[in-house]
């Protein structure tokens, strides 16, 4: 006996209860958008030092070390929410910027442009987001931050599924 995929049944619950449900339709409309799936769509930035370290963040909100970077906005492009997301955390533009690849998370409600960075010359001026800076070996971040430092020091090509 096949099973049917939860995520499945659950659209189809969705479909069928909206279907015959006794509302008006600008109602469904709204429920439908609500019940919907939502995606984030991210952008981080891999900048290394001489000695081959990761430049890294620290976050005021969660307190973890993080990669530049952060949401894309509605309308805008991969490329142009790097660099706003780049001056914006780091107060200096990308003298090189360059996507290597995109990558999913475990979840696969996220989707991530990954970018190889160079900054233009100058000191970092962190935004209140972040608290301090630092270089530091790829292999002291998280999970999640270590695959996508892999994938842009050494792109392999398509899509990878990130670590939750």
Do not use: N
């Not at 799936?37 to 620290?58: E, F, K, N, Q, S």
């Not at 952060?70 to 790097?82: L, R, Y």
Request: charged share 20%; aromatic share 10%.
């Amino acid at each position: 006996m096949q099973t049917v995929p939860r995520h499945k049944a659950w659209h189809a619950l969705q479909v069928y209860t909206i279907r015959f449900l006794p509302l008006p339709l600008r109602v469904k409309e709204r429920l439908v958008w609500l019940l919907s799936p939502r995606y984030r769509l991210g952008v981080h930035a891999v900048v290394t030092d001489a000695a081959g370290r990761v430049l890294t963040l620290h976050s005021s909100y969660s307190g973890r070390w993080q990669l530049p970077g952060g949401t894309v906005d509605f309308g805008e492009s991969f490329d142009t929410a790097m660099r706003r997301e780049g001056f914006e955390e780091l107060g200096l533009a990308f003298a090189a910027l360059e996507r290597v690849g995109t990558c999913s998370d475990a979840t696969g409600r996220q989707l991530h442009a990954i970018y190889r960075a160079v900054l233009m010359p100058g000191s970092i001026q962190l935004s209140v987001e972040h608290r301090r800076w630092r270089f530091q070996q790829a292999s002291k971040l998280s999970p999640f931050y270590r695959a996508i430092v892999c994938q842009a020091l050494d792109p392999t090509g398509g899509e990878v599924r990130l670590p939750g």
